[in-house]
């Protein structure tokens, strides 16, 4: 099994370590030459090929582009890969929000692109939302779904594609009310995440929004909804509290400023104990999953 990432991102570089560790020979395409230097010379990529330019590789299956999401840009990149590669090689695109037939709407061979969103990091998490779009070959959603079992990946295949797709669909929605809460002055953002890990968060962990729905009873439901949901966050446009804190370049952790202040945050050890405690969680909740698909 051969697979090219096109991409040397954060993303990238954590699928192509995923997939190397899961015994699959793998190479990344960066366009960037101060990136892929920094590839080369990284030594947890050293049995991965990081290439300068995109070239044929000898007996291909898969390609999995992880670039920026910039719609024309995957557009172009796949309207250039299908004539660089041989029609047996399957596209994979891992945008997060866009429509997979838009993604190949300028493609001749619409058929070899299939949606792969894998979710950060992606060396750890577990899911990945498999989306065709009404063009793609059954072949080869069938292929894609038999590589990503292969390496013990958890895939999902939708039925349809939509927008966002359905986990971004559903973080959405949570990150929209929490920010209006914050925005409204209700809570300050440190409270409402404290809430939102010590209530829907250990919980989503054991029973999912649906199962819960159905424990409380749908009956208790019905009757929440009809007095929240007229005062839920409805706005279609992204909420002054988020464009105000990218206007002014506090951005998260990346320029130490966000909801949160990163300043003193060693941010190398902050993300690692992060990854040690999700770990830790993929494990208890692979052992109590009743839903596993």
Not at 20 to 40: A, C, P
Not at 91 to 105: D, M, R
Not at 174 to 200: N, Y
């Amino acid at each position: 099994m051969k697979i090219l990432i096109i991409g040397g991102g954060f993303m990238g570089t954590a699928l192509a370590t995923y997939f190397n560790g899961h015994g699959v020979d793998v190479s990344i395409y960066e366009t960037f030459e101060k990136k892929r230097i920094e590839l080369m010379n990284n030594e947890q990529l050293s049995d991965i090929t990081i290439l300068q330019e995109l070239c044929s590789i000898e007996d291909l299956d898969f390609i999995i582009e992880a670039i920026p999401e910039n719609l024309e840009a995957k557009q172009d990149l796949f309207a250039k890969l299908e004539h660089l590669f041989p029609s047996n090689v399957t596209f994979c695109t891992n945008t997060s929000s866009y429509l997979i037939s838009e993604v190949a709407k300028t493609m001749e061979q619409k058929s070899r692109l299939i949606g792969t969103h894998f979710f950060s990091p992606a060396n750890i998490s577990p899911l990945v939302e498999v989306v065709p779009s009404e063009h793609t070959d059954p072949k080869r959603i069938e292929a894609v779904m038999v590589l990503l079992k292969s390496v013990k990946k958890k895939p999902v295949l939708l039925k349809k594609e939509i927008e966002g797709f359905v986990a971004n669909r559903l973080q959405s929605a949570l990150s929209r009310e929490a920010m209006s809460l914050v925005e409204k002055g209700i809570v300050s953002a440190d409270e409402l995440d404290f809430i939102a890990k010590w209530s829907l968060g250990i919980r989503l962990a054991n029973t999912g929004p649906l199962e819960q729905r159905d424990i409380n009873g749908l009956d208790t439901h019905l009757a929440i909804t009809k007095y929240v949901y007229p005062t839920l966050e409805n706005r279609t446009t992204p909420l002054p509290i988020l464009e105000e804190k990218c206007a002014n370049d506090s951005l998260g952790i990346k320029t130490k400023q966000g909801f949160y202040n990163w300043e003193s945050i060693d941010v190398e050890d902050y993300q690692s104990k992060k990854n040690n405690i999700l770990n830790q969680v993929i494990e208890v909740v692979s052992e109590g999953d009743r839903n596993e698909i």
